[in-house]
DNA sequence: TATGAATGAGGATTCATTCAT
DNA sequence: GATGAATGAATCCTCATTCAT
């Protein structure tokens, strides 16, 4: 009967609960999810720590929500770039542009990108969430490549297993861990491995 | 003064530490680094709370050390069959070898490669520890690979390339998330894959 | 200027009044004083949080009301009977009609006669209204002795051993606490005193 | 696992216990339950707020403990006085003994009276405390009665309802409520009405 | 070295009350 | 009068860390 949380219909609430969920998002990539704490969050959002709690149940809640939020900005132009496809599928073109947008992704939240890849090992609803978009991006991607007349073996696996391998290597090369690295020759072989694999 | 944390040298003392990391390895696993207290750690290593304090400078200190603990553990077989490998290198054995290995490990220490791995995003150390580590096994791998008179272009990209490639390959092949996806299928791509690489 | 609480005056407004004092009348007795929130009190009433604050200076306040209501609920039914009251007394038939009153009453209100009771210690005001509330059913009581010519030493005291008597069984008979007890053995006990006190 | 509460062995430990205990009786007399904070018992107990929790689970915890003190030190000499009873018992001199008894308790501890009844109407537990409490106390007086030969119909009615009436006249005794009350004329009354019941 | 009691700052959350609309 | 969003002080409790023994 308690905590029953506001679902805001006033554009006025719409765009507090917004802000609140921006405050989050800054700060949880900033100092990460345990480094953060309410009222910090509250102050950022310009509103009382009292009205956190009217419109999200708990600190969680709002992790939930940033996370939602952050899945939204970084793959939707993935989805969008799918939904797009035309035949005939020119791999050539297509994946040097995938991992562009991806590591574009990567590049503007790669900070909540840790912090939330980082709360999936503790939190069921975070780690499902991650597992449903991985899914939802291999079945499109799927659909798309068998309506486009692309036929091949595996589809799914060589999906995904191309995914895998795209955002490892944006990942790597948005925080550019090792010196002895020529990134670009690296993504070169991305390239060609997954072109392979569809051809 | 303060906080002087000494480095037993007592045998007695050197176990005791052991113990405490050993729970630490055990909680930080079960309930990740947030879920766990310093009571609790000394509790399940059967010491009291305040001498905690004399084997570690903080709580992340034993963080810290279990890591260190987690890398032996995890790595030093690949790093100990990488030491073993002679000439001819034959790839289409090798690796297999290498992701049943990786796989192993996964299967084994999954909980706490999560709870690590959830770390560095926040914790500088930890993630340094990490870069440390695939430098040091791609290092190690490259010179191998060289001594033993296999001569590739780009053998780091290429070697780094494959790693991360196993490394994603076995979280999923562990974690076994996606129903739609035959995890045997995907392993042949991997072995496929890096094995053309090298040759 | 502040804290000006309405009388209404306007119909609908003495409406809204009433329905608030009734949700808190609920609530006080479901949960307690302590466990009850303004806004559950609004909802329940079917009003917004900020107009509870337009009919009453405060949740206190509301308490205050509810116990009005309390007592008159419950004591006007007695004062009544005590009102018709007709010479000759038989205390003989009086005395039981009494006490069954008192435990028609007790039966019907009881959450809320323990909620404003469990106040009394803690707020005055209540403490003050139910002291002033046996004060005058005792002088009622005792004016319609005297009117109805029964004369008696210390009639004040009687009426008020007598009524403390009924209401202290009245708790036990209707909290039914003890299982050892025959109650209506009790309730004959009381009768038996009363009438002896008064002959 | 968490939250596990001392039991302390310590002798210094128990002191400390009884001064939170302590601490707690008073501020709970003082301003009720609902107006104290744990960290005033801390405060007035000279301890911190946090080794509160070691020693109680929670603030209701101590709660109870200050019950069981207080029900100890208001009722033990009750009971001893009755472990004392011999034959033949004089109830002209043992009834004014008890109200007696019961008035000074009343009076030593009148505003810890209040404050724990009225927790009873919310705590399920602090209630079954106090019925408990009757029920012994009933107990032991039926026992010793039928043991030093005094024979009667229906004893636990009767001293139930006796225990009642003390009860509640010590109250009004104690709290001296109502003006135009002669408390020594009911006292009377009292003792008249219970040593009639028990001859 | 070792103990575990003690500390107290910090944090999530609630709720009576106010205020802009 | 009425709404319900907003406020922010207050509260319970936790836990990393210290310290007396």
Redesign the pocket.
Known sequence: M??VV?E???K??IE?KNKIIQAGYELFSEVGY?G?????I?KRA??????????F????DILICVLEVYIEKAFDPLIKMFDKLSAPIKFNDLVPKIINAVIKTHKQNKKMHEALHSMASTDEAVNSEFIALEDSITVKLAEQLKKLGVSIENPMEKIHFAMDIIQSFSHEYVFDKHEYIDYDVMREMVVTTIIKMFE
């Open positions: 308690k905590n506001r805001p219909s006033q006025r609430s507090k345990y953060t704490n309410t009222a910090e509250a310009g509103v009382s720590t009292g009205i956190v709690y009217g419109y149940q708990d600190k969680r």
